[in-house]
T-cell receptor, first 115, second 113 residues
Framework: AQTVTQSQPEMSVQEAETVTLSCTYDTSESDYYLFWYKQPPSRQMILVIRQEAYKQQNATENRFSVNFQKAAKSFSLKISDSQLGDAAMYFCAYRRGDTGNQFYFGTGTSLTVIP | EAQVTQNPRYLITVTGKKLTVTCSQNMNHEYMSWYRQDPGLGLRQIYYSMNVEVTDKGDVPEGYKVSRKEKRNFPLILESPSPNQTSLYFC????????????FGQGTRLTVV
């Protein structure tokens, strides 16, 4: 099974500053997708951003962007201009591109935003 | 509104008493799955279904059953719950296809005493 590692259990950031959450993964596949999900205190899982392994360009969604380093198997999430509403647990996830029936999740990083 | 609906959101039960957590999606998604979330372990897949009457085990299937008799519904059954099944459970669905995202339900907090 693929493994996804998030080595930062907790992170904090000042409001309006930038923070980067780390994620590494282990796979022998070349065709896969990577995702970042946000889980606020409401528990709802919300997709933040996704990246296709075949695309070299890093995905961007408004204030959220990724640094995808395929050779290093690294997929970090950068949050710019952090807002109080960004406070949540963030999960990195991996899925095979072809018959990927399963998402493999990391253990999560709890982000605190300091006013 | 497109959504995945789980019920109940909170449940406290006793060891050995059979229970069912329901899951329904209104997006006509082929894939549905169940995950459990535990502190320090992230989300782990219990079972998944690729379509009606097609189900398979995930990473942690022991003690759970599922069925997929209709495309929209995918209930999770605990025949004889035990305290180690105390967890936060999520149902998810997605469209068949490359890179499609998973849509999650609101979660069910289960406590087995």
């Amino acid at each position: 099974a693929q493994t996804v590692t998030q080595s930062q259990p907790e992170m904090s950031v000042q409001e309006a500053e930038t923070v980067t959450l780390s994620c590494t993964y282990d796979t022998s596949e070349s065709d896969y997708y990577l995702f970042w999900y946000k889980q606020p205190p409401s528990r709802q899982m919300i997709l933040v951003i996704r990246q296709e392994a075949y695309k070299q360009q890093n995905a961007t969604e408004n204030r959220f962007s990724v640094n995808f380093q395929k050779a290093a198997k690294s997929f970090s999430l950068k949050i710019s201009d952090s807002q109080l509403g960004d406070a949540a647990m963030y999960f990195c996830a991996y899925r095979r591109g072809d018959t990927g029936n399963q998402f493999y999740f990391g253990t999560g990083t709890s982000l605190t935003v300091i006013p | 509104e497109a959504q995945v609906t789980q019920n109940p959101r909170y449940l406290i039960t006793v060891t050995g008493k059979k229970l069912t957590v329901t899951c329904s999606q209104n997006m006509n998604h082929e894939y549905m799955s169940w995950y459990r979330q535990d502190p320090g372990l992230g989300l782990r897949q219990i079972y998944y279904s690729m379509n009606v009457e097609v189900t398979d085990k995930g990473d942690v299937p022991e003690g759970y059953k599922v069925s997929r008799k209709e495309k929209r519904n995918f209930p999770l059954i605990l025949e004889s719950p035990s305290p180690n099944q105390t967890s936060l459970y999520f149902c998810a669905s997605r469209l068949q296809g490359r890179g499609t995202e998973a849509f999650f339900g609101q979660g069910t907090r289960l406590t087995v005493v």
